[in-house]
Each structure stands twice: as structure tokens, then as C-alpha cells.
Nanobody, 114 residues
Framework: QVQFVESGGGPVQPGESLKLSCLAE????????ISWDRQAPGKGREWVAG????????VYDDSVKGRFTIPRDNNKNTAYLQMDNLRYEDTALYLC???????WGQGTQVTVSS
């Protein structure tokens, strides 16, 4: 059974950092491009960042460019979202996604508040 298990979310203050993890089970992550999406309360899901299967060509939404990075470790079957200088508007449920076969995780909640 294929599943993505996200972790690493939590409450943080503005300006702090978090590193989210997405562990893939039941598939070889190295065969998949990965994206991170997020859904804020009362809003639709939005794409945040993506990376090719081989770790090249990371791309970012303008709202997170320069603050977030999307590394991956295919040997660990895990993708990450490093989030620095977090802002109130980054508060959302963050989900890992493999667009090729439309696999989604359940998400991990990030809450930025003072």
C-alpha cells in the first residue's frame, strides 16, 4: 500500500524555522517528482514547491521563494520542506504530493503565531 507520511509540523513564532519530512512507503521515491502543497483554514489548496525525481530543478511559489527549500534524500525515501523565516500567512496544513500518480499524504499542520 502506497502512503506518504508527513511529520515535523507544529506551532512556531514568526521568524522561526521548521523542517517537514515526507516519508514514502510502498514506492520508490526516486521515481517520482514531488511537490509540497498547503491548505490554510477557509482557503483552497495551493502549490508551494516542487522538485524533480533526481533532486534537480527545484521550483517555488513566489510567496516562499528565498525562505523555503525542498531537498530530498532518495536513499532514505524521504522528501523535505525546509521552511525559514516563517510568517503568519504560512499557517496551513502542509501536504506531500506525487503528481505523476496523484499520491497525497494526510498532511502536517504548521501554525505560526506569537
Amino acid at each position: 500500500q502506497v502512503q506518504f507520511v508527513e511529520s515535523g509540523g507544529g506551532p512556531v513564532q514568526p521568524g522561526e524555522s521548521l523542517k517537514l519530512s515526507c516519508l514514502a512507503e510502498g514506492l520508490l521515491l526516486k521515481r517520482y517528482a514531488i511537490s509540497w502543497d498547503r491548505q490554510a483554514p477557509g482557503k483552497g489548496r495551493e502549490w508551494v514547491a516542487g522538485i524533480a525525481s533526481n533532486g534537480e530543478r527545484p521550483v517555488y511559489d513566489d510567496s516562499v521563494k528565498g525562505r523555503f527549500t525542498i531537498p530530498r534524500d532518495n536513499n532514505k525515501n524521504t522528501a523535505y520542506l525546509q521552511m525559514d523565516n516563517l510568517r503568519y500567512e504560512d499557517t496551513a496544513l502542509y501536504l506531500c504530493h506525487a503528481p505523476r500518480d496523484d499520491y497525497w499524504g494526510q498532511g502536517t499542520q504548521v501554525t505560526v503565531s506569537s
